[in-house]
């Protein structure tokens, strides 16, 4: 066995643990709160329910007199299962289902955000560090790190008064026109890509920056190592060292960070989300959280800690590609 798949290992034996205990976590901080779930609900729907009704209640959300290490066995078999159970804010459907829907937007616009801003940051940062003391070095900087200073949420108000509500050339909210059909076809797809143009530009604009400079510091550190210099003393084309020597390396601590923005995507872009009325899981996290939904909060929470523990996963395997001196 090379060390290569050694490292791998390890590693997925380590997120294996943290998996493991995120689960428990999720499984034990609700039960140590004052009141559940079924009693919230019971509370809500007082004299529509009868009285014997809470003890169901108990029941289909797996708060059941059983002991708490049956009750924790019960709960792992369901998870394992793609059983989250039944969502309070929106009783009767289940959680998996408004988690898959939400999910699909998310990916959507905070996903697709987050690629354009770290893929035009990286080049960004890459460029002006070769071409440092140059005036796009003297302008770029400046002017991202302004934008990017701003709080997320002001930015995003600011966007969509202009262009959204005083010029009208966007939508104010929502995911997509109502006079669309949901589907695979074209206007829907137009349509959803016209209302995520304002909530996705604000979150490249906020996010730009701090890749660019993050490209632009790590990359000036790399041009002043021996082996730029003595790529230079060869007589290699100068894209060649910019791309395949400096970039390549000065890139591996961004794409660490990329591997945990893109665990987090999943988390939504919480603040946007709200502002824009966008369907996320920022915003049905907000829901759940204000319904005190419990089932609803464990199954966002898992789906995050999962995405964010497989997108660190990735980013090892991808950086034994990207840097051969952990293959050794």
């Given at each position: 066995?090379?060390?290569?798949?050694?490292?791998?290992?390890?590693?997925?034996?380590?997120?294996?643990?943290?998996?493991?205990?995120?689960?428990?976590?999720?499984?034990?901080?609700?039960?140590?709160?004052?009141?559940?779930?079924?009693?919230?609900?019971?509370?809500?729907?007082?004299?529509?329910?009868?009285?014997?009704?809470?003890?169901?209640?108990?029941?289909?959300?797996?708060?059941?007199?059983?002991?708490?290490?049956?009750?924790?066995?019960?709960?792992?078999?369901?998870?394992?299962?793609?059983?989250?159970?039944?969502?309070?804010?929106?009783?009767?459907?289940?959680?998996?289902?408004?988690?898959?829907?939400?999910?699909?937007?998310?990916?959507?616009?905070?996903?697709?955000?987050?690629?354009?801003?770290?893929?035009?940051?990286?080049?960004?940062?890459?460029?002006?560090?070769?071409?440092?003391?140059?005036?796009?070095?003297?302008?770029?900087?400046?002017?991202?790190?302004?934008?990017?200073?701003?709080?997320?949420?002001?930015?995003?108000?600011?966007?969509?008064?202009?262009?959204?509500?005083?010029?009208?050339?966007?939508?104010?909210?929502?995911?997509?026109?109502?006079?669309?059909?949901?589907?695979?076809?074209?206007?829907?797809?137009?349509?959803?890509?016209?209302?995520?143009?304002?909530?996705?530009?604000?979150?490249?604009?906020?996010?730009?920056?701090?890749?660019?400079?993050?490209?632009?510091?790590?990359?000036?550190?790399?041009?002043?190592?021996?082996?730029?210099?003595?790529?230079?003393?060869?007589?290699?084309?100068?894209?060649?060292?910019?791309?395949?020597?400096?970039?390549?390396?000065?890139?591996?601590?961004?794409?660490?960070?990329?591997?945990?923005?893109?665990?987090?995507?999943?988390?939504?872009?919480?603040?946007?989300?709200?502002?824009f009325s966008y369907p996320g899981q920022g915003y049905l996290l907000l829901q759940a959280?204000q319904a005190q939904d419990f089932p609803l909060m464990q199954g966002l929470f898992m789906t995050i800690t999962f995405a964010v523990l497989a997108a660190?996963?990735?980013?090892?395997?991808?950086?034994?590609?990207?840097?051969?001196?952990?293959?050794?």
């Amino acid at each position: 066995m090379n060390q290569s798949l050694k490292y791998l290992l390890r590693r997925l034996g380590f997120y294996s643990v943290a998996a493991w205990a995120a689960l428990t976590l999720n499984f034990f901080i609700p039960r140590l709160m004052p009141g559940d779930p079924a009693t919230i609900i019971f509370a809500r729907f007082r004299g529509k329910l009868k009285p014997e009704a809470i003890n169901a209640l108990r029941e289909t959300f797996g708060l059941t007199d059983e002991p708490l290490l049956g009750q924790y066995w019960s709960y792992l078999k369901s998870i394992f299962q793609g059983d989250l159970g039944i969502s309070i804010a929106y009783f009767p459907e289940p959680v998996n289902g408004i988690i898959y829907s939400a999910l699909l937007w998310t990916i959507f616009l905070a996903g697709t955000s987050l690629v354009i801003s770290f893929s035009l940051g990286t080049l960004l940062g890459t460029i002006i560090s070769w071409n440092r003391g140059k005036k796009l070095d003297s302008v770029l900087p400046p002017v991202l790190a302004f934008l990017g200073a701003f709080p997320y949420f002001w930015l995003a108000m600011a966007v969509l008064y202009i262009f959204g509500f005083k010029l009208g050339w966007f939508p104010l909210g929502h995911a997509y026109s109502q006079e669309v059909t949901p589907g695979f076809n074209i206007s829907f797809l137009a349509s959803a890509a016209y209302h995520a143009i304002l909530p996705a530009s604000t979150m490249i604009l906020v996010g730009l920056g701090g890749w660019m400079l993050s490209m632009r510091n790590t990359m000036i550190t790399t041009l002043g190592t021996d082996y730029i210099t003595f790529a230079h003393s060869k007589g290699l084309p100068s894209r060649q060292i910019m791309l395949h020597y400096a970039a390549r390396n000065a890139i591996l601590p961004n794409f660490t960070g990329f591997g945990m923005a893109l665990g987090f995507v999943l988390s939504g872009a919480l603040l946007t989300e709200i502002i824009f009325s966008y369907p996320g899981q920022g915003y049905l996290l907000l829901q759940a959280v204000q319904a005190q939904d419990f089932p609803l909060m464990q199954g966002l929470f898992m789906t995050i800690t999962f995405a964010v523990l497989a997108a660190n996963w990735l980013v090892d395997i991808a950086i034994i590609f990207l840097d051969p001196r952990t293959r050794k």
